[in-house]
């Protein structure tokens, strides 16, 4: 019992992060709405934060967190909601899933603890830390490649189940590049960590990735992010091969 209330809790709290009564008001009278919300919101479960463990932890959390945020640009579609926007969403999702496999695939290469294709195993070992000189200037490559996928913007406002899916791709983007917790001498201060990361996710959700999603819609920043992406990958596979 215990657990299912600390779980509502923490769900209420990313209801609050995503703009708490906005999302409400704009769900009032149109009911089709919320249906593309729950999954996005549960993904929300399968997610470490810092260096407290996923409240759903088990290998295949992964998946299920991709799931999670697919159902939500599928559930507008099959209502005849937002076709467009969703159809964009979804190809983002598939080119963040991607990325994400590759990253699997490096943490398999190196030997990291843990079970894959869990969440789990970045947030224990984070992949900065086992880079190589190439490989750590290559995962910021592609960390900031990636970020325009997590901007928060002002044209979502009246759809609460983008937001949301906008801020669990943030809340995925630092757990897997920048899981860092306080140093182990706080331990004791575990429960900090919390915190610390919410405030790297709306950071990134709020101010970092807007600015590198208005970079992607000029012809130079289009081209800078492809660079990015395209040196990642290639520092990345040069410490793998």
Sequence with gaps: MATLLSALAYLALVLLLA???????????RPKLAIGLAGPLAGFLFLPNGG??????????????????????LGRMACGLRRRRSLETLLQLFILILAWLFLCYYALKRGLPGDLPGFSVFAATPLLTQAGPATGPGLICL????????????????????????????????????????PGVFGWLLGLDFFLFWGQVVLLNRVIAPR?????????????????AAAGLWLIMAEIF
């Design 143 to 182: 960390f900031l490649a990636l970020g325009p996928f997590a901007a928060r913007r002002e044209a979502d406002r009246s759809d609460p189940a983008l937001i949301m899916t906008r801020l669990a791709i943030s809340a995925f983007l630092i757990s897997v590049f920048f899981p860092f917790g306080l």
């Design 212 to 228: 590198l999603d208005a970079a992607s819609r000029t012809r130079a920043g289009r081209t800078a992010l492809g660079i990015l």
């Design 52 to 73: 407290l463990p996923p409240f759903l932890d088990f290998a295949w959390s992964g998946p299920a967190f991709w799931l999670g945020l697919s159902l939500g640009p």
């Design 19 to 29: 703009g708490g009564p906005d999302i409400f008001k704009s769900l009032w009278g």
